[in-house]
């Protein structure tokens, strides 16, 4: 007879109103976009407001603090 296999990774049962954890991708996602609209924003200042893409100018730095936005904004989704 064989038996039966337990899992590796217990079952977590949930609460009604309890909501599920994040993937595994969230966390470096969310930090990613906060970086890289950081960067994007260093760059352009360090670049003397001409990367890093020329020719569009100040809205270099909307770019930037859009991409970093989006990265706060993934903050109150993050459990």
């Known amino acids: 007879m064989a038996r039966e296999r337990k899992s590796e990774e217990p ?6 109103g ?3 954890p994040n993937a595994v ?12 609209g950081l960067a994007w924003i ?5 670049s003397g407001m001409q990367y890093p ?3 569009i100018e100040s809205w270099n730095l909307a770019i930037g603090l859009g991409i970093a936005m989006i990265g706060f904004l993934m903050t109150t989704r993050w459990r």
Do not use: D
Request: aromatic letters at 18%; charged letters at 15%.
């Open 18 to 20: 309890e909501s599920a």
């Open 11 to 16: 079952v977590v049962e949930l609460a009604e």
């Open 25 to 36: 991708w969230f966390k470096p996602v969310m930090l990613g976009f906060m970086l890289l």
């Open 53 to 55: 893409i020329p020719g």
């Open 42 to 46: 260093l760059v352009f200042y360090i």
